[in-house]
């Protein structure tokens, strides 16, 4: 009954959301903010553990090549497609759950805790329309995040196999442009399209909808990871189910 | 004027507020006085809007608050200001933004305009040079200042406070108290104070309704709550050492 209840309010919210929108010129200003510090601001380390994590994928891939029958471009080929279709829109949505989640759930809720968000209703703002519209807008960018993320973390993959010695930069270029099917792109920037507005809207409910003080707010906060992390892998098995097979 | 009849509100079974019919005049400074627990806040925020009341209606100037369309709340709402118990300060502006941000909101005043207004307000409340500081640089007293700013800066027709010196040392309670006054008859706004402070009372209390309960309990004046004989009021009243003290010496003759 209690999750119910939760789904509901939830719908609720997202309903609110978009009614009684604030001032057009004050909306920009805080979208552009938003973009700055949800999508700019989260560049640096998606980048950094995507760059690690294609070097890794690189590098499996070729300890596990020991038979002189399979190309070895194959590590070119398993980099692309584990980058593209499941670790930038998967892996790094969940991370994003945990750094960007955290922040929305945190401010917000401190926002809640400290009377900010009663200030807003007070002077006749529809405070679900001034917090949490900007962030779904913001996260609607996140596939331009997940692009440079699926770019770089190739790169780390190349880095790996070439400066490494486990494959020639030409094999491993080869293995990139092998049985390349463009869906594959659309269908991990759908999915990435998905998961940005659940990492929008998730720790946003959580946050708003808190009650107590400071330590309500990291028990939401975690809460708010959570339950996006669940969100995001279930959505992900029925997303491929629906596009890809 | 704000006109409160019958208000009922209940939390999970438990009834809070039972039955308060009470007018807030135009003008004036109305106080709603009680223990904690007496029910003061929640009848404050159904006054709001902010909780739906399970009984009873408001009428703000003539205008129930139940009938108005969710558009006519807000556009009501736009002429409220609100000083709340922490201030409430958005911590991710300056102090200068903080009271710039209902006209930027609800005005077509540019820049320019709104910074003048907004330095205007603040010099009004002797606040000067914090205009680029953050809340959090500043000290309670001055946050309260910078709120009650931001609640007056629109001009609003009603103005509320939620415990407005509670915290602040007896000189800045005593301040923020002349000034909500002051503000309060020079633009004839219907102001509804929560406290329970008794100096804020005798100082600027025109009016006073006393919660006990959920129930209102008395009302009147800051003159007549030292002479009532109602039970109630006067154990609060004369719950502060201070004020027993004066009540002996006055019935010794001094």
Redesign the interface.
């Known amino acids: 009954m209690r999750f119910l209840r939760h789904i509901g309010r939830y719908m609720i919210m997202l309903f609110s959301v978009f009614r009684r929108p604030t001032k057009a010129i004050v909306l920009k200003e805080l979208i552009l903010k938003e973009i700055d510090d949800l999508i700019i601001g989260s560049l640096g380390i998606t980048a950094f553990i995507s760059l690690f994590m294609g070097a890794v994928v690189a590098l499996q891939t070729s300890l596990n090549l020991d038979n002189p029958l399979i190309p070895k471009s194959l590590i070119g080929f398993a980099t692309r497609q584990s980058i593209i279709l499941e670790f930038a829109p998967t892996f790094i949505s969940v991370i994003m759950a945990g750094k960007v989640g955290s922040y929305i759930t945190s401010s917000i809720g401190s926002m809640r805790v400290t009377e900010q968000i009663d200030a807003l209703e007070v002077m006749g703002i529809n405070s679900l329309n001034y917090l949490i519209f900007p962030k779904i807008i913001a996260l609607l960018f996140y596939p331009f995040l997940i692009a440079i993320i699926m770019f770089v973390g190739i790169g780390g993959g190349y880095l790996a196999s070439v400066y490494g010695n486990l494959v020639s930069s030409e094999d491993f270029i080869v293995g990139l442009q092998e049985t390349f099917i463009p869906w594959h792109i659309a269908y991990a920037f759908i999915k990435t399209m998905f998961f940005g507005i659940l990492l929008a809207t998730i720790p946003s409910y959580h946050g708003y909808y808190m009650e107590g003080g400071a330590l309500e707010v990291g028990k939401a906060s975690t809460t708010s990871f959570v339950w996006t992390c669940v969100a995001i892998i279930i959505s992900n098995y029925i997303l491929t189910q629906l596009l890809l097979s | 004027m704000i006109q409160v009849n019958d208000l009922r509100k209940s939390f999970g079974g438990e009834e809070v507020l039972k039955g308060i019919t009470a007018t807030f005049e135009k003008g004036k400074t109305n106080m709603i006085i009680g223990a904690s627990g007496s029910g003061k806040s929640v009848f404050l925020k159904n006054m709001?809007g902010?909780f739906e009341p399970d009984a009873g209606e408001i009428i703000y100037d003539g205008e129930p608050l139940h009938e108005m369309e969710?558009?006519r709340?807000?556009?009501?709402?736009?002429e409220?200001g609100?000083l709340?118990?922490?201030s409430?300060?958005?911590?991710s502006m300056t102090v200068e933004e903080n009271v710039m941000?209902?006209l930027?909101?609800?005005t077509k005043m540019r820049l320019h305009e709104r910074r003048e207004r907004a330095n205007e307000i603040l010099d009004r409340v002797n606040l000067v040079d914090l205009n680029k500081k953050m809340p959090s640089e500043i000290s309670g007293g001055q946050q309260k200042r910078v709120a009650l700013a931001r609640a007056v800066v629109n001009n609003p027709r009603f103005l509320?406070c939620d415990e407005p010196n509670s915290g602040l040392d007896p000189n800045t309670a005593t301040i923020i108290d002349k000034m909500v006054q002051e503000i309060t008859h020079e633009r004839k706004i219907t102001t509804v104070i929560i406290s329970h402070d008794m100096n804020s009372v005798m100082e600027i209390g025109e009016t006073i309704i006393f919660l006990k309960d959920g129930k209102l309990a008395w009302k009147g004046t800051n003159e007549e709550i030292f002479r009532t004989d109602n039970k109630a009021v006067t154990e609060f009243v004369y719950s502060s050492n201070l004020f027993k003290k004066v009540r002996i010496a006055q019935n010794e003759g001094f």
């Open positions: 709001l902010l969710i558009e709340k807000s556009e009501l709402r736009k409220m609100m709340f118990q922490h409430a300060l958005f911590d941000f209902p930027r909101m609800f509320f």
